[in-house]
């Protein structure tokens, strides 16, 4: 028993629908959607609620897959970029990441270093 032979590609007729390489027709055409009321913003504004003004400044990220090396990377606003692998190499640099908390510029107290 054999295949039937595959047509050849070249020649066939297009196939039947839109074109990939052309533009979809827009359906809407301007104008308010139904059901809204005049004077009514429809644009979905802003979140209105207020942060508390604190923002992060360094982040911690550890990648410990089962079966392989664990690593760690500490990266600060400060240009603090620290990368450990391994596992003392990695537990030494979350315990020094937590150490920095206390010693970055960033985060350190401003208005009392200028009263000396």
């Known amino acids: 028993m054999s295949t039937p032979p595959r047509p050849r590609l070249e020649g066939h007729p297009p196939t039947p629908g839109p074109s990939l390489a052309e533009p979809a027709r827009a359906a809407?055409?301007?104008?308010?959607?139904?059901?809204?009321?005049?004077?009514?913003?429809?644009?979905?504004?802003?979140?209105?609620?207020?942060?508390?003004?604190?923002?992060?400044?360094?982040?911690?990220?550890?990648?410990?897959?089962?079966?392989?090396?664990?690593?760690?990377?500490?990266?600060?606003?400060?240009?603090?970029?620290?990368?450990?692998?391994?596992?003392?190499?990695?537990?030494?640099?979350?315990a020094d990441h937590a150490d920095h908390k206390t010693r970055c510029p960033l985060r350190t107290d401003q208005e009392g270093a200028a009263a000396v």
């Open 28 to 94: 809407f055409r301007g104008g308010a959607a139904k059901g809204v009321a005049e004077g009514v913003p429809s644009a979905v504004l802003p979140d209105q609620q207020t942060g508390d003004g604190r923002y992060p400044i360094a982040w911690l990220t550890i990648s410990a897959p089962r079966g392989a090396i664990p690593s760690a990377t500490s990266v600060c606003e400060c240009g603090r970029n620290l990368f450990a692998a391994g596992h003392r190499k990695a537990l030494a640099l979350i």
